[in-house]
T-cell receptor, first 114, second 109 residues
Framework: NAGVTQTPKFQVLKTGQSMTLQCAQD?????MYWYRQDPGMGLRLIYY???????DKGEVPNGYNVSRLNKREFSLRLESAAPSQTSVYFC?????????????FGPGTRLTVT | QQQVKQSPQSLIVQKGGISIINCAYE??????FPWYQQFPGKGPALLIA?????SEKKEGRFTISFNKSAKQFSLHIMDSQPGDSATYFC????????FGAGTRLTVKP
């Protein structure tokens, strides 16, 4: 039982390049989330998926897109990376929408955009 | 704007002492208030959480105190241990969570 896994662990991009961050959970959770963590700012929600087939914007969605591929997988795409997107990205999942239950976080992806 | 304000930014406590971290929120619609613990290089992990219908919740050495009228809640770590040294985040919300900026706790042996 791996919990929440994320790939890659580290990534360096040049401005304008694109990439997809992958996330998978094996806990049969309905809801999944993408956060970014920046120094002094805590975690900020980018997008979330309450259930398979649905996605909603969080606090900071600009510059990102998401896909809930199936119940297990939720990917985050940067179409044209910018230095402001340098951050640590965390995926999380919960049995149901966050207000009703615990979120489980993955180990994070450290992204640098030069 | 920051909807959840957390203080202090950093905290140093002696082993056996009490660590206290405070948070204040703005949105009265928030109905779930968790605290997360994060070690370097790891994702946050839920420590303890409370809902606004109770004023206090205790789990082992960790206690949340909640003041609905003041829109404030705090984490108390009793008998703090060096292994508690980590960054602690408060959060508040419903479907859409807002996190505080974090408190780096150092417990000196």
């Amino acid at each position: 039982n791996a919990g929440v896994t994320q790939t890659p662990k580290f990534q360096v991009l040049k401005t304008g390049q694109s990439m997809t961050l992958q996330c998978a959970q094996d806990m049969n959770h309905n809801s999944m989330y993408w956060y970014r963590q920046d120094p002094g700012m805590g975690l900020r929600l980018i997008y979330y998926s309450a259930s398979e087939g649905t996605t909603d914007k969080g606090e900071v969605p600009n510059g990102y897109n998401v896909s809930r591929l199936n119940k297990r997988e939720f990917s985050l795409r940067l179409e044209s990376a910018a230095p402001s997107q340098t951050s640590v990205y965390f995926c999380a999942s919960s049995a149901r929408l966050v207000g009703a239950g615990e979120q489980y976080f993955g180990p994070g992806t450290r992204l640098t955009v030069t | 704007q920051q909807q959840v304000k957390q203080s202090p930014q950093s905290l140093i406590v002696q082993k056996g002492g009490i660590s206290i971290i405070n948070c204040a929120y703005e949105n009265t619609a928030f109905d779930y208030f968790p605290w997360y613990q994060q070690f370097p290089g790891k994702g946050p992990a839920l420590l303890i959480a409370i809902r606004p219908d109770v004023s206090e919740k205790k789990e082992g050495r960790f206690t949340i105190s909640f003041n609905k009228s003041a829109k404030q809640f705090s984490l108390h770590i009793m008998d703090s241990q060096p292994g508690d040294s980590a960054t602690y985040f408060c959060a508040a919300g419903g479907n859409d969570m807002r996190f505080g900026a974090g408190t780096r706790l150092t417990v000196k042996p």
